[in-house]
């Protein structure tokens, strides 16, 4: 089956403007979870959503928001770019909404802000 | 009381080797260790998890030998291959609905395996 596929992969924005990323779950999971993932700060929990409401959010500011779908679905936008922004994006699905267990991650949306 | 930390940064192992890679919790919630193995251009994939009702847990080449007492968990790789080069991340997570999803990572050992 399908994994978890992330969209776009590479991404080049400049310093103020806004950006939305895309992650398709695997079918039938219902969780979708958000990473950051920077040399310096490592992985970092952004947001998880279940059955389109956002259950935990991690230490980001309001720039970072996301959204779930009916679908399972979700998109996650920063406005206001930084150039700290840049980093990997990684979207993770699980089945289940208690535990991440059988958590599947994507490849990634890599953000470079210049 | 969220962190987990990890050690050793980097590891440079021959072939056939064994590869120790440590971390240590403090949340004494946490009831969900997993490993995660990334390799470039790639998410993390999960490789082996364990609770903390078990002291050890095997699969294949891969070990998680767990601590509770001493909240520590580590990773083991025998016989350790060129192919397992890459960085490794140990999680921790706590079982319940209020905690969702939510995974604390440490800050990754990258692994090097010489042939």
């Known amino acids: 089956k399908a994994g978890v596929t992330q969209t776009p992969r590479y991404l080049i924005k400049t310093r103020g403007q806004q950006v939305t990323l895309s992650c398709s779950p695997i079918s039938g999971h219902r969780s979708v979870s958000w990473y950051q993932q920077t040399p310096g700060q490592g992985l970092q929990f952004l947001f998880e959503?279940?059955?389109?409401?956002?259950?935990n959010k991690g230490n980001f500011p309001g720039r970072f928001s996301g959204r779930q779908f009916s679908n399972s679905r979700s998109e996650m936008n920063v406005s206001t770019l930084e150039l700290g922004d840049s980093a990997l994006y990684l979207c993770a699905s699980s089945l289940r909404g208690q535990g991440p267990y059988g958590y599947t991650f994507g490849s990634g949306t890599r953000l470079t802000v210049v | 009381q969220q962190q987990v930390k990890q050690s050793p940064q980097s590891l440079i192992v021959q072939k056939g080797g064994i590869s120790i890679i440590n971390c240590a919790y403090e949340n004494t919630a946490f009831d969900y260790f997993p490993w995660y193995q990334q390799f470039p251009g790639k998410g993390p994939a999960l490789l082996i998890a364990?609770?903390?009702?078990?002291s050890e847990k095997k699969e294949g080449r891969f070990t998680i030998s767990f601590n509770k007492s001493a909240k520590q968990f580590s990773l083991h790789i025998m016989d350790s291959q060129p192919g397992d080069s890459a960085t490794y991340f140990c999680a921790a997570s706590r079982d319940s609905m209020e905690y969702g999803n939510k995974l604390v990572f440490g800050a990754g050992t990258i692994l090097r395996v010489k042939s």
């Open positions: 364990i609770r903390p009702d078990v």
């Open positions: 959503y279940f059955s389109e409401t956002q259950r």
